[in-house]
């Protein structure tokens, strides 16, 4: 049975950091790109990055958060991070780690229609 489970979010001042966690058990781990998701209240789900396999690890962003957020992954302990950094208080949203069967990130990464397995999600708050 496969389990994803994030761990991380808090409350923390606008220009605050925090670093996401998420792991992944009952996959094969390093085979999977892994993103993270996010949606705010009253907003549709976001993409907010990918991080591929493949053999090369590749990295993509979504716009509002490029050159802030970093992602991350330690295949050895089935982990996802997200290092949130220059928050503000429209990073407030419930993240979510979401496991994607194919090694790459595709062009529609931030759709979310291509994850099978996805967590319950952590809450950040972001106070101005």
């Known amino acids: 049975q496969v389990q994803v489970v994030e761990s991380g979010g808090g409350l923390v001042q606008a220009g605050g950091s925090l670093r996401l966690s998420c792991t992944a058990s009952?996959?094969?781990?390093?085979?999977?790109?892994m993103a993270w998701f996010r949606q705010g209240p009253g907003k549709e789900r976001e993409g907010v990055s990918c991080?591929?396999?493949?053999?090369?690890?590749?990295?993509y962003y979504g716009d509002s958060v490029k050159g802030r957020f970093t992602i991350s992954r330690d295949d050895a302990k089935n982990t996802l991070y997200l290092q949130m950094n220059s928050l503000q208080p429209e990073d407030t949203a419930m993240y979510y780690c979401?496991?994607?069967?194919?090694?790459?990130?595709?062009?529609?990464?931030?759709?979310?229609?291509?994850?099978?397995?996805w967590g319950q999600g952590t809450q950040v708050t972001v106070s101005s």
């Open positions: 991080i591929s396999w493949r053999g090369i690890i590749s990295t």
């Open positions: 009952g996959l094969t781990f390093d085979r999977y790109a």
């Open positions: 979401a496991a994607d069967t194919d090694g790459y990130c595709s062009r529609s990464w931030a759709s979310g229609r291509e994850y099978s397995y």
